[in-house]
Nanobody, 118 residues
Framework: QVQLMELGGGLVQAGESLRLSCAAS????????IAWYRQAPGKQRELVAA???????NYPDSVKGRFTISRDIAKNTVYLQMNSLKPEDTAVYYC????????????WGQGTKVTVSS
């Protein structure tokens, strides 16, 4: 089992930055990928960043160049640095972890809310 805790959301103005953290505990040796997602009101959940245990990263075009996913292995934590935030980045942000087969360890948690005002 892997437990994840998302932290770091808040209210910021457009153009500002925010850093989210996803702290993992439990059977972390089983994790192959940790990914950040977001879900805005009335919209489907979408992937915003992913990082593999080898350090490879992936971003959709909507956040590429503005968001950076990174990890601190010693702290078992994955970060999502969000720069140049836009009102359309407003959403609840979630992280999830996947085993080498691509299966998620968890159902979705509460996430952390990010609100970007214009």
């Amino acid at each position: 089992q892997v437990q994840l805790m998302e932290l770091g959301g808040g209210l910021v103005q457009a153009g500002e930055s925010l850093r989210l953290s996803c702290a993992a505990s439990g059977s972390i040796f089983s994790i192959n990928v940790i990914a950040w997602y977001r879900q805005a009101p009335g919209k489907q959940r979408e992937l915003v960043a992913a990082i593999t245990n080898s350090g490879s990263t992936n971003y959709p075009d909507s956040v590429k160049g503005r968001f950076t996913i990174s990890r601190d292995i010693a702290k078992n934590t994955v970060y999502l640095q969000m720069n140049s935030l836009k009102p359309e980045d407003t959403a609840v942000y979630y992280c999830n972890a996947y085993n080498p087969l691509g299966d998620p360890f968890n159902s979705w948690g509460q996430g952390t809310k990010v609100t970007v005002s214009s």
